[in-house]
């Protein structure tokens, strides 16, 4: 029903457009403006289905009520947004009404999307007006999604509309990385939890979230976890402001590697933005206060039972200090994914192995091989027990049943 949910698409599908189109760009900075803005915003991601014609549509999302498909937003008459205004894209960013007053699903990130600015919109609405029209409308969504009246209650008791406010205390860097994160970027949608109406908790954002997704490039969808944005220990509160700026730019840092759901937002958004923006965007993020775990964490018997298998299955690359090394493996000491309150993520690279992007930088660390076939699921929750209690690590203990679900 949201973003938190969504299954991005295939990595590196790039923004591929007509010739024309590309020419048109060149020669207006409106055209060239509207690009990046979209860029910002990832929308090739979820409007693009694996293999299919990029921004026409049809991506699954997975959701606790069915399966909702992503629309067609290049011009085409019939199928796209060919009838649209201006005014029209505005309202649905800014309100999540679509023309002819119909509701749109927050699937579609409106309530952050509210944040952008009516020229920015403008420029968006520009830009996906210059690309070329294609015929093509997405699958139905599940039967849960065919009222769309329930959305007008849903946004009565959720959604509270407001442009971008700047902070006149802070500086112009830390405004414009607010903009981004907040906004186009939606980085809340994702890494804050939800409550039983899948509407984002304000008082918990960037606390860390939930999402469905696939686990490789064509595997089965399972739920991953989003880390901790905020300062916390268990969160972003070890990394400098530099090497938060490098792996959103990048998608690597002495911290961590991209991996999993993240490959389609560093490859797809952060990767094009300019380095002024990506180091704003962390210059926000490093300010945001701490929202530490209430859960209580693993304890020193449940940590020592993964010892022997850390010792003789990840010690070689991750180090018996957990720093990892330049040549071995990423440091797992300090790790928002090792002490993410939901284990998910952590599960998952664990089974199935980090699946990093081929178009991401990934340094000259080795190659995680998946453990699936090789440790019992008692086994992995023992060992993600060693990495979440050791180092200063402080996460909650993995069950072998949460193992069983990421199977």
């Known amino acids: 029903m949201n973003t938190l949910v969504r299954k991005i698409g295939a990595i590196g599908i790039g923004l591929v457009l007509a010739s024309s189109a590309l020419a048109q760009e060149e020669g207006d900075p409106i055209l060239a403006r509207g690009k990046y803005l979209v860029t910002a915003g990832n929308c090739v991601s979820c409007h693009t289905r694996p293999g299919g014609v990029p921004f026409t549509g049809g991506l ?12 067609n937003i290049t011009p085409d008459d019939e199928t796209g947004i060919g009838k649209w205004t201006a005014g029209d894209l505005r309202r649905a960013l800014h ?45 139905g969504n599940s039967p849960a999604f065919g009222a769309r009246w329930p959305m007008k209650i849903w946004n009565k008791l959720f959604f509270k509309p407001a442009p971008f406010a700047e902070d006149k205390s802070q500086s112009a860097e830390w405004n414009r990385g607010a903009y981004l994160v907040e906004g186009l970027g ?24 939930a999402l469905q997704d696939k686990v490789g490039n064509a595997g089965p969808v399972r739920r991953w976890s989003a880390v901790n944005l905020t300062s916390a220990k268990e969160g972003l509160g070890n990394w400098p402001l530099e090497d938060l700026a490098k792996y959103l730019n990048t998608g690597l840092s002495a911290h961590a590697g991209s991996f999993g759901p993240m490959n389609d937002v560093i490859a797809n958004s952060l990767t094009q933005l ?20 209430k859960s209580a964490p693993v304890t020193a018997d449940q940590a020592r039972s993964g010892e022997a298998i850390y010792k003789d299955r990840c010690s070689s690359c991750h180090q018996s200090s957990g720093r990892g090394g330049l040549f071995t493996g990423p440091p797992v000491a300090g790790s928002a994914v090792a002490q993410a309150d939901d284990p998910a993520a952590l599960i998952n690279v664990i089974l199935y192995g980090p699946e990093t992007a081929k178009d991401i930088a990934t340094g000259s660390w080795e190659t995680m091989k998946p453990f699936k076939d090789v440790l019992s699921d008692e086994e992995v929750a023992s060992v993600a027990n060693y990495l979440r209690g050791n180092w200063g690590n402080r996460g909650r ?4 049943n949460e193992v069983a679900r990421q199977r």
């Open 60 to 71: 699954a999302f997975a959701t606790p009520f069915g399966t909702l498909y992503s629309t």
């Open 95 to 139: 309100e999540g009404i679509a023309p002819g007053g119909r509701n749109l699903f927050p699937a579609f990130p409106y309530t952050a999307f509210a944040k952008v600015t009516d020229e920015d919109a403008d420029a968006i609405y520009a830009y996906l007006r210059s690309l070329e029209a294609e015929r093509y409308t997405p699958p």
């Open 186 to 209: 939606h980085c809340s949608a994702c890494h804050s939890p939800r409550n039983p109406a899948m509407a984002e908790i304000a008082g918990h954002a960037y606390a860390g979230g």
């Open 274 to 293: 300019t380095k002024a923006d990506a180091h704003a965007m962390a210059v926000y993020l490093k300010s945001l206060p701490a929202q530490d775990s």
């Open 397 to 400: 203990a993995v069950t072998a």
